[in-house]
């Protein structure tokens, strides 16, 4: 199997400078993009492809069910890096439908070390029961608590010293959050952007992938 992964890498190589000479060249003198991706790790959502993005416009961190835990070193690492070194100017916090680190912290079974992981969005789950309870079944309670999931990852990102930092100075960057059907391939809006000088109390979209 690796030789076949390398096979395609070679095939992929070949392919992009025989239709684009200086791709490499150019992707190998500067790294300019304007976003930074937090998502899921599921291989299902690729942050450059369900974007539509080529490869050196997305900075991308990914972990199980896109949890943006304040003591994460490498999330803040790489948020640091995106906003002092890359100069992004969108952040975007990404979950998706159907995601099984949600799923699993729904779930009264062990999952080894992601029952720690996966603590936040337990406690999601206890603050908005009454929310999730009004949904027609569980796995529409899940895609609302992936979307529940987002916004708090979102005013996370928010109030992180790195973007109160950011906007001290000025910078005019925002926070974002989407969410991705597994089912219809469209990222939906989840309306809880924040940017400088305001915390919206924002709450995520009432639809639900069907």
Not at 144 to 151: H, P, Q, T
């Amino acid at each position: 199997m690796l030789n076949d992964l390398l096979d395609r890498n070679r095939d992929w190589s070949t392919s992009r400078q025989a239709q684009d000479p200086g791709y490499f060249a150019r992707l190998a003198a500067l790294q300019a993009p304007e976003f930074f991706w937090i998502g899921c790790s599921d291989s299902r959502v690729p942050a450059n492809v369900v974007a539509g993005l080529k490869p050196g416009e997305v900075f991308v961190h990914r972990n199980v069910a896109n949890v943006v835990h304040s003591s994460d070193m490498n999330l803040l690492s790489a948020l640091e890096f995106a906003v002092e070194a890359l100069h992004v100017r969108e952040i975007i916090v990404c979950g998706h439908y159907g995601c099984g680190g949600v799923r699993a912290a729904t779930e009264d079974l062990p999952h080894g070390l992601a029952d720690h992981w996966l603590e936040p969005i337990r406690r999601l789950a206890r603050a908005y029961a009454v929310d999730l309870g009004r949904e027609r079944d569980i796995e529409a309670r899940r895609d609302r608590l992936a979307e529940f999931n987002v916004v708090e990852g979102v005013r996370r990102v928010a109030e992180t010293p790195i973007l109160q930092r950011a906007w001290a100075r000025g910078s005019r960057i925002r926070v974002h959050g989407l969410i991705y059907g597994l089912k219809d391939g469209l990222l939906r809006d989840l309306d809880c952007t924040i940017g400088p000088g305001h915390f919206q109390d924002a709450q995520p979209s009432r639809e639900v992938a069907t």
